[in-house]
């Protein structure tokens, strides 16, 4: 396996609007982040991954872009952007922007133009068609809920927008197009980038045609996935896009591809033929949806799930991609809610079960990710009213079921609470001061209640907290690299309670074991793992190297890691 950067990395999503606010103005922006680079490069931090901060009308929060070399004015402009990368390479940290290819925003001047009229050069940047029977082009609903086409009065057609009417996506298609973005991607290496976080880049390739969808729910509007996810052209397309631009620079590609198997995995990401250094992929992301949801699937909440699905699903990424390809790791970003209210115990263990998770990932194999505040362990949010949130997904589902009737209105809100993005857009927890330190003016969505017990200060301050523990963790991965390149195995499988694992490299093996209840499981440790020597190397209660092994009674969300020889 070819030693990498960015396989020994760890990566930080910033969400700017939520991160730190300079100006008082209640937003998030550059010189905010620029104040806390220290704090991010003391935690161990080796890579930033920058969700937009280009121009964009926010319809959906910076993904919606309407330039694509500048810079929000929310955020600041251009000059500050390049203090950032300057400040951050003077600290050996390296830049991931966010790139958002699949779409732009309807006020980027390629479709202002594109709108003008059917002879326009850039109409065929974008996808339009007329209408069938009265109706939309074809029955595919969007991912904000509703169709996925916006009718266009002027031109009598329809364009395609797989997310919000404002954000028509781009047709692939269309050479001058391409050409056009790996333009904008290398203006922006050239800048000093040191990769792209490509959003969901699986969807760029459309089925010729764009035919409807099967129909499996009794909606208007179906789930077209099978005609854009992993689509005829993507290889063509991100094969051409790694010739054109990522071949000729040292950088880190992460593809946001929602809908695949492991075998997409090791086709995207194989280190000889593949077109991209790591993917997100969404299965364990949906260990909680109800699988007999349809299109709601992922508002009708599965409480019951088994820990024996989430370590077949884990194990199975990480057995295929072994030697082939390469995994990320993550438990949340900004569109999931906050990992320690999904899989872990807010009440009585807290501290203790986001240190079980933390362990859980990063002793995997692949790049781990820390989205922001996770490495303090904040929680999802209850908002008592829907006008205190912001996120147009939130808000769409709210108003489409109001009108649907396929929930009550508690069944809608206690579905936001416990899956809604803006979960993980709460400001930042710096401090207990008002607003948790993360502006003196007003935020642009409420702070969570619980700042005063969970900041930055408190926990910097508490050498058992769930920041030191972060910090502990990635310090290891950075001296151990049994903990990059050392190969996966399960063991007790079919344990409910416990996920345990090894992780092999030589003549040294980790033994990972974490309880994911708040019972007291006896963990048993397999005859076929054989050692003359142990060591304790991280635990989230206190434990010992001479404490026996062979069987451990677990406390409550423990995590306890030995590396054996």
């Not at 309407?66 to 390049?82: C, K, L, V």
């Not at 809920?145 to 028509?168: N, T």
């Not at 209850?382 to 949130?389: A, Q, V």
């Not at 020597?533 to 026996?548: A, C, F, G, T, V």
């Amino acid at each position: 396996m070819e030693r990498k950067w960015w396989k020994e990395s760890v990566v930080y999503q910033v969400y700017p609007r939520s991160f730190k606010d300079s100006n008082g103005d209640g937003i998030g922006d550059l010189q905010g982040m620029i104040s806390k680079l220290d704090y991010l490069k003391e935690l161990g931090i080796d890579v930033i991954w920058l969700s937009p901060v280009y121009k964009s009308p926010n319809d959906d929060n910076g993904y919606d872009i309407s330039d694509y070399q500048d810079i929000m004015d929310e955020f600041g402009n251009m000059a500050d952007w390049e203090q950032l990368i300057t400040e951050m390479h003077n600290r050996d940290m390296k830049l991931v922007m966010d790139l958002v290819v699949n779409h732009t925003s309807d006020e980027h001047p390629w479709f202002v133009e594109a709108r003008s009229g059917k002879d326009n050069p850039y109409r065929d940047y974008y996808v339009w068609k007329k209408g069938k029977d009265g109706q939309e082009p074809n029955n595919w609903v969007s991912f904000f809920s509703g169709p996925a086409w916006e009718y266009d009065e002027k031109s009598e057609e329809y364009f395609l927008h797989l997310f919000s009417r404002k954000q028509p996506d781009l047709n692939w298609e269309n050479q001058k197009m391409r050409q056009d973005i790996y333009k904008m991607m290398t203006w922006w290496l050239e800048k000093g980038v040191d990769g792209f976080r490509m959003d969901v880049i699986n969807l760029l390739s459309k089925t010729e045609g764009l035919p409807d969808a099967k129909v499996t729910t009794n909606s208007r509007y179906q789930w077209g996935g099978e005609h854009f996810a992993n689509g005829p052209k993507i290889m063509d397309y991100l094969t051409e896009m790694r010739q054109e631009v990522f071949d000729k620079y040292d950088i880190m590609t992460v593809g946001e591809t929602q809908f695949v198997t492991t075998d997409d995995a090791i086709r995207y990401t194989n280190e000889e033929t593949g077109v991209m250094s790591m993917l997100f992929q969404f299965e364990h992301m949906g260990i909680d949806k109800s699988k007999t949801g349809g299109n709601l699937g992922k508002w009708k909440i599965n409480r019951e799930w088994k820990l024996t699905e989430l370590k077949q699903i884990m194990s199975r990424w990480q057995k295929d991609l072994e030697g082939k390809g390469w995994n990320s790791l993550y438990l949340e970003n900004h569109d999931q809610p906050r990992s320690v209210s999904r899989f872990g115990d807010t009440k009585e263990y807290h501290k203790e079960s986001a240190k079980m998770l933390a362990t859980c990932l990063h002793m995997m194999q692949g790049t781990p990710f820390v989205y922001q505040g996770q490495e303090l362990g904040m929680t999802n949010v209850s908002f008592d009213s829907i006008d205190d949130y912001k996120d147009i997904e939130i808000h769409n589902f709210y108003k489409d079921q109001i009108e649907q009737d396929n929930f009550t209105k508690e069944e809608i809100m206690d579905a936001i609470h416990f899956r809604g993005r803006d979960n993980a857009r709460t400001p930042m927890q710096w401090d207990d001061s008002e607003n948790a330190g993360f502006t003196t003016g007003t935020p642009w969505i409420k702070v969570n209640p619980n700042f005063k017990d969970i900041n930055v200060q408190k926990e910097i301050a508490d050498p058992d907290s769930i920041y030191h523990y972060y910090k502990k963790l990635i310090g290891l991965r950075k001296n151990n690299p049994i903990m990059v390149y050392g190969s996966y195995d399960l063991i007790l499988e079919e344990n409910e309670q416990i996920y345990a694992y090894t992780r092999t490299l030589g003549n040294e093996t980790l033994l990972v074991i974490t309880n994911f209840t708040k019972e007291t499981p006896i963990f048993t440790l397999p005859k076929t793992i054989q050692y003359k020597s142990k060591e304790l190397i991280i635990s989230n209660y206190p434990r010992e190297s001479e404490d026996e092994i062979e069987t451990i009674e677990l406390k409550p969300y423990e995590a306890i890691v030995y590396k054996l020889s």
